[in-house]
């Protein structure tokens, strides 16, 4: 696989797309992980429910994304396998 193709998919066709389009290394990326280790004073301190639950809401937008993501792609191969006459 050329170059370009491993990149195509960032531009979906755009002339742009390439290892020299901004940010085309993140696409190549499959695997995302979100951590926080939280120190014994956040754990030990008062309102622990409450700050956990701010801390969630920062990882909520995420979350939303790559839920959409995933949606999508299972819509994706769902319509392509029923397109197929097997």
Request: net charge negative; proline share 6%; with cysteine.
């Amino acid at each position: 696989m050329s170059e370009k193709e491993k990149y195509d998919f960032a531009g979906a066709g755009d002339e742009r797309a390439g290892p020299d389009r901004p940010g085309a290394e993140f696409y190549k990326l499959k695997n995302y992980c979100l951590l926080w280790i939280p120190d014994d004073k956040f754990v030990t301190g008062p309102h622990l429910v409450e700050r956990l639950a701010d801390v969630y809401k920062t990882a909520k937008p995420f979350l939303d994304y790559t839920n959409r993501a995933i949606t999508f792609s299972r819509e994706e191969q769902k319509e392509y396998f029923s397109s197929l006459d097997v």
